[in-house]
């Protein structure tokens, strides 16, 4: 994924963003995708014209496209899920660029979000794999 081409995909890269922002992982109990949503006009509860179910397109279609990760928690009562990454956000969205549009989302400077410039950037050829930056 380059840059946001449509808007399903659009939405998936605010949401990838955000999970990576947090660092890695996002509780839904602490409803931070939800809620960045409902400040793109993107509400859960009602049908949207364009995505139709949104709760259900992340859930449910960008898991099985295996761009997110839906995952329950253990031992939780009441039932609690996180998102993270999945396997096809890691091989397909640079983490170099999510920063950078989220740099240009938030008017700062990538370096200024030290942790995930280090993940973004990560020391050549010591720790990274045969598909690490593209």
Request: no cysteine; aromatic share 10%.
């Amino acid at each position: 994924i380059r840059s946001p081409s449509n808007t399903k995909t659009g939405l998936l890269f605010v949401i990838l963003g955000v999970i990576f922002m947090k660092g890695g992982v996002v509780k839904e109990s602490e409803h931070v995708i939800w809620s960045t949503l409902k400040k793109l006009r993107v509400h859960t509860g009602e049908k949207h014209d364009e995505f139709g179910d949104v709760k259900k397109m992340v859930t449910d279609e960008f898991v099985r496209q295996r761009y997110l990760e839906y995952v329950r928690i253990p031992h939780t009562e009441p039932v609690e899920h996180e998102f993270r990454w999945g396997q096809r956000a890691d091989v397909e969205v640079s983490k170099a660029k999510m920063l950078e549009f989220m740099g240009q989302l938030y008017e700062q400077d990538p370096q200024s979000w030290s942790q995930q410039y280090r993940e973004a950037h990560p020391p050549s050829s010591s720790q990274a794999g045969p598909s690490s930056q593209r």
